[in-house]
């Protein structure tokens, strides 16, 4: 079966770097995603690895190993606005399956 | 505003009743997906629609049922409801062609059941 474990929850401060980790075990693999949600929105895309290595975006970047079955997610200077949850996804099964972990819930204190 | 558009955006029922919950894509888009989210409950996949034809299927209950539509819009139909399916209902669009399949959310649609 397809399984995704992620933190529940996790606390950093105001201007830190915080790292979410990601395992999943899926069959035909396609690409590992990483979603924002705040509290009552809906899911907005971060990032996107479907090859092995480190992809940045701005104070954003996700890290894949395939063999592995593991990501990670880094935020650095971490800012209050950044409160939210992180969902990390897999597309499987050609590319058009894709399932979600339950989300880290990070809280960015001051 | 992400292009998806879902209505309506709340809902209060009650038991035994049935809804309709209606989904526009991105403009482009030809898969559309359905998501339950329950009270700080992660993403449970429901079911996948492209260009018309159901493609994939989750953990969709007996009592839901879904299409898509020759425009591309989709619904998704819940009956014989129960408290336990309060919920947020998000759908979201893809292109659905493979490669970095990005999902774009609506805003979703709150059930409140009673």
């Known amino acids: 079966g397809q399984n995704i474990d992620q933190p529940t929850e996790m606390t950093a401060t105001e201007g830190a770097i915080v790292q979410i980790n990601c395992t999943y075990q899926t069959s035909g693999f396609n690409g590992l995603f990483w979603y924002q949600q705040h509290a009552g929105e809906a899911p907005t895309f971060l990032s996107y690895?479907?090859l092995d290595g480190l992809e940045e975006k701005g104070r954003f970047s996700s890290f894949l190993s395939r063999s592995k079955g593991y990501s990670y997610l880094l935020l650095k200077e971490l800012q209050m606005k950044d409160s939210a949850s992180y969902l990390c996804a897999v597309s499987w099964g050609g590319g058009f399956k894709t399932i979600f972990g339950a989300g880290t819930r990070l809280f960015v204190k001051a | 505003d992400s292009g998806v558009t879902q209505t309506p955006k709340h809902l209060i029922t009650a038991t035994g009743q049935r809804v309709t919950l209606r989904c526009s894509p991105r403009s482009g888009d030809l898969s559309v997906y359905w998501y339950q989210q329950s009270l700080d409950q992660g993403l449970q996949f429901l079911i996948q629609?492209?260009?018309?034809?159901?493609?994939a299927k989750g953990n969709i209950l007996e009592r839901f049922s879904a299409q898509q539509f020759p425009d591309l819009h989709s619904e998704l139909n819940l009956s014989s409801l129960e408290l336990g399916d309060s919920a947020l209902y998000f759908c979201a669009s893809s292109s659905g062609y493979s490669g970095a399949n990005v999902l774009t959310f609506g805003a979703g649609s709150r059930l409140t059941v009673l």
């Open positions: 629609y492209y260009n018309g034809e159901e493609r």
């Open positions: 690895n479907v």
